[in-house]
């Protein structure tokens, strides 16, 4: 009899390595936890003065000492913060072109060559075939970079280990919900789960991020969040002045503190922050999802461990909230009795779904395994049949040479004419087949060109979003230690309360609003470059409407009000392509240029830390002469301007991470005078009055409140950039904008 298939879960995550191997029972249907592990690194791999490669060589090293895994499948995970998982619904197609639809999704979604690129797709849920075409089809696309898939290889290369299932962790998560909670069994009668109105929430808090994943067995929700258990630990660091390794045993021990209420009001705003990220995700989830009920919250991850987020989670969300204290779908008392599993239960629901998964037993089947290494697997594994085979053809050969020489010596050359009747033939069936070939490839190339008229218009749909996403990583955030900063002053966000597109015939002609203003520093405002009007072509003139508070009264002038966005946003948008957290995004590839900052204005505002809110104290000036407002107040004659730069087209595209929403243009239109209508609108609660803003009072705080209120500095500013859409087959690999001199720019400035 066969042995039963056994499979290692092997979770590499920044505290330590998780393992968890099942096999199935000789039936096949019970699945048993056969053994596992859990070795904590020495130090987190995030930690300043950690070596990532040096402290997993030390884990695997341990882990292959005293596990055999030889004989075993092995299934892996990588970061779901690393990889792309994208869940897109196909236009009707025919059902044997799902994978060309799926393919020329992969391109428009994947911001990287597919070259560069491990991909897989897969049906999820939903889709009805109908004469052979699938209807309302939904599928599941999954990708990362290669190199970053090689990166979760090579301890297991260098081991010789073959790993079979790289998987990212967010579906290693889905398939424990699936199998364990939902107690979904995958048979031949049942491939998929039955839809559903109760959801799950899964909330997998790592050390630097957390994985949301919402399900209800069918559908998949995915989302980062990124904060994890260091933000509680670097929020004692700084808040009670403590090493890393010490404010780490105190997060861990929190309850057992010798002031308990000390270390968690250090840790509160943590707690907010998480919990309003928590809150915001779960809602927009509800409003694309709007019969979709959320039943449960489970928490799982090592920084899920931490005294009171439990209840704080479950206080604030009005949701049930629970632990993972039990694993319902396997047996096994060895492995789950054992008091070091039970301790740490909740690191290993990653590790046993990647189990689940390599034993076949969730509807889960894609991979990020190289193909490469998969193809070389097959042909070693085919290479003793193969040496055979060449061997007994060789012998035949050899046999056949024999005999032909043997014939060869008792016929005449007149023999030779029928063997020529033969070639010619196969000349001829040749030639047949190459016209074929030829009629078949004109016919391909056919279809293909229906098919690209098929999706065109999901190119134009793609790259509106595209136009989203370069805007928002263009955006500086706060990472690491900085989205814990106790100032606000200090924090690197920049507020968007408006992101409004306007259609243009000509786009040049925008710029030469810019040029005709006098004096002649407004066009200094772009960039060298940028001084040379864009080509006369069709296309759009973005505004976006914001606010920053990166204004500490310690920092030096070239790190706030205006030098600050110039060295983060305005910057981000001049490039070609931008690398953001090791993901290349294509700013000018796909049409954006001539970014400038129309309009600066400082205001003071009164600062709340409990409300974590300003109300507007004074206003900027009244805006005269278009939306140029910052610059040209009191300049008569400008009102034709307010077109360009002021109100236009309202984009009804979906809002951006950072808060960005469409809403009206930048208000324009304003007569010349100071003061004048059109002024700068408040921001807050600020009522606009003659050009003016007037402070709106908000509720009476209590006396032992308001020392705690100061005021700080607030910068309101209006970006503009030109944006011609350029589908990804027009665009070119390197930036074609030349390089400028100042002598160069003063010639085109005049």
């Not at 929430?201 to 957390?210: C, E, K, R, S």
């Not at 009747?421 to 069936?429: A, C, F, P």
Request: include cysteine; glycine fraction near 10%.
């Amino acid at each position: 009899m066969a042995e039963p298939v056994s499979a290692w879960g092997i979770d590499i995550g920044q505290a330590g390595l998780k393992a968890m191997k099942l096999r199935l029972s000789d039936d096949g249907e019970r699945v048993i936890a056969a053994a596992f592990d859990y070795i904590p690194h020495p130090k987190i791999l995030s930690q300043p003065d950690a070596i990532p490669e040096e402290l997993i060589r030390e884990a695997m090293k341990t882990f292959l000492g005293r596990n055999k895994v030889d004989n075993d499948l092995i299934a892996i995970s990588v970061p779901g913060q690393s990889s792309l998982a994208k869940f897109i619904k196909l236009p009707p197609v025919e059902s044997s072109k799902v994978a060309e639809i799926v393919k020329y999704e992969a391109r428009q979604q994947i911001p990287f060559d597919l070259n560069d690129v491990i991909w897989d797709y897969q049906p999820i849920g939903g889709g009805v075939e109908e004469s052979g075409f699938m209807l309302e089809a939904e599928v599941g696309l999954f990708a990362m970079k290669r190199e970053l898939v090689y990166d979760a290889l090579k301890p297991f290369i260098n081991n010789r280990k073959e790993v079979e299932v790289v998987q990212i962790a967010p579906l290693a998560l889905y398939n424990y919900l699936s199998y364990d909670v939902l107690g979904f069994r995958k048979t031949a009668e049942t491939p998929e789960p039955p839809a559903a109105e109760d959801f799950y929430v899964i909330l997998d808090m790592g050390a630097d991020n957390t994985t949301l994943l919402v399900s209800n067995g069918r559908s998949i929700w995915i989302r980062n969040v990124p904060i994890g258990g260091n933000h509680f630990t670097r929020a004692l660091t700084r808040e009670m002045k403590l090493t890393f390794a010490k404010a780490e045993h105190l997060k861990c021990n929190a309850t057992k503190a010798p002031d308990p209420k000390a270390v968690f009001q250090a840790m509160r705003p943590v707690f907010n922050d998480y919990v309003s990220e928590i809150q915001r995700s779960i809602g927009f989830f509800g409003s694309v999802n709007r019969s979709a009920k959320i039943r449960k919250i489970i928490g799982v991850g090592n920084g899920f461990r931490l005294a009171g987020l439990q209840k704080f989670l479950q206080q604030n969300l009005q949701y049930e909230v629970e632990r993972l204290e039990s694993l319902e779908g396997v047996t096994g008392d060895a492995v789950l009795t054992d008091p070091l599993f039970i301790d740490n239960m909740m690191t290993f629901a990653v590790p046993y779904g990647l189990a689940l998964q390599a034993i076949g037993k969730t509807r889960i089947r894609t991979t990020l395994l190289p193909p490469e290494i998969a193809m070389d697997r097959k042909i070693r594994s085919k290479k003793p049949w193969a040496i055979a085979a060449a061997a007994g053809l060789l012998l035949a050969m050899g046999i056949s040479t024999m005999g032909n020489a043997s014939v060869l010596r008792s016929y005449g050359v007149n023999r030779w004419d029928e063997q020529q009747k033969l070639v010619d033939n196969v000349q001829s069936q040749i030639a047949a087949q190459k016209s074929a070939y030829g009629t078949t490839e004109g016919e391909h190339k056919k279809i293909i060109e229906n098919m690209d008229r098929l999706v065109a218009p999901l190119e134009k749909r793609a790259i509106w979003m595209e136009l989203f996403k370069a805007v928002n990583e263009c955006m500086p955030r706060d990472v690491g230690n900085e989205l814990d900063q106790s100032d606000i002053t200090l924090q690197n966000k920049i507020r968007i309360q408006s992101f409004t597109t306007m259609k243009v015939a000509d786009v040049s002609a925008w710029h030469k609003a810019f040029a005709d203003v006098k004096p002649e520093s407004m066009l200094e405002e772009f960039d060298p470059r940028d001084r040379k009007a864009p080509d006369k072509n069709e296309g759009y003139i973005v505004t976006l409407k914001g606010f920053h508070l990166h204004n500490n009264e310690n920092a030096d002038l070239l790190d706030k009000e205006r030098n600050y966005l110039e060295k983060t946003l305005l910057k981000n948008l001049r490039q070609w392509e931008l690398n953001s957290g090791g993901v290349s995004v294509p700013v000018g590839k796909i049409g954006i240029s001539h970014p400038i900052l129309a309009s600066s204005v400082p205001n003071r505002v009164q600062y709340d830390p409990n409300q974590r809110a300003g109300a507007l104290l004074t206003g900027g000036p009244g805006g005269a002469g278009g939306g140029m407002a910052a610059y040209m107040g009191g300049m008569g004659g400008m009102g034709g301007m307010s077109s360009y730069m002021g109100g236009g087209e309202s984009s009804d595209m979906p809002s951006l991470d950072e808060g960005m929403t469409g809403g009206g243009g930048y208000p324009g239109g304003g007569s010349g005078s100071p003061g004048g209508s059109g002024g700068y609108p408040g921001m807050n609660n600020g009522a606009a009055e003659n050009g003016n803003q007037i402070a709106m009072k908000g509720p009476l705080l209590a006396e032992d409140e308001k020392e705690k209120i100061r005021i700080i500095d607030r910068t309101d500013f209006v970006v503009q950039f030109v944006w011609i859409p350029t589908l990804e087959k027009d665009r070119p690999s390197t930036d074609p904008r030349p390089l400028v001199t100042e002598e160069e720019a003063a010639k085109n400035k005049k």
